[in-house]
């Protein structure tokens, strides 16, 4: 069975009709420590009845002790400092639900700017950390604004024309030949974050052509 699953974090709780409703959908729903809250005040609106997260991840920094205690049943405490509370709750996911197949990051983003370029960051990391391509999981961080997903080679995104786009990249060798944008990235160095931002789906279909298997965001309006 193929599950999806929806990692909720502490950012800002989403509005709107589409996060909600990836959120309504999944199989599996996961919040990190300090989301439980939000997530409880909300949960009604978004699935109509008392849906609670199958898990509650993370060193429980952010996590009051009553909501502690009352969802102990539950409750995953992880105290290491290396990762952060979404990077633990997708390697709980990992570990414990062998048919996972999408994972949407929910409320990853807004409030703080540090971690929302982290949790941006961390998501193209995750490619190459866990092997999520050849794992043939899907991944991506949707909000109220946008959509962001992570690629690592060469692909074609059905986009819709006029469809605002930007690309960023760590890897300032990474050549990123482009068909189906207004502005071509053929000739971009990715050497600072704005190099191929704020750019336009010019045919429905955009292709990027990468030098070498690499890592890059991609993030949608």
Known sequence: MKLTAAIVGNGEFPRKDFPRYLLASADV????????????????KVFGRERLPDAVVGDMDSLGKNLRKRFSDRVIRIEEQEDNDQTKALKYLLGNYPGLETVHLLAATGKR???????????MEYGRTFNLRERGISIDMVSDYSTSFPVWDSCELHLGKGRRVSLFSPDNS???????????????????????????????????????????????D
Do not use: Q
């Open 29 to 44: 729903v996961i919040c990190c420590d300090g989301a439980l809250g939000p997530y409880l005040r909300n949960m009604e």
């Open 113 to 123: 700017e540090d971690h929302t370029i982290g949790n941006l960051s961390l998501m």
């Open 174 to 220: 990474l050549r990123i030949v482009s068909e189906g944008l207004e502005f071509p990235t053929d000739d971009v160095v990715f050497d600072n974050w704005w190099k191929a931002t704020l750019n336009k789906a010019a045919d429905d279909v955009v292709k990027l052509s990468f030098s070498h298997p690499s890592m890059a965001l991609v993030i949608l």
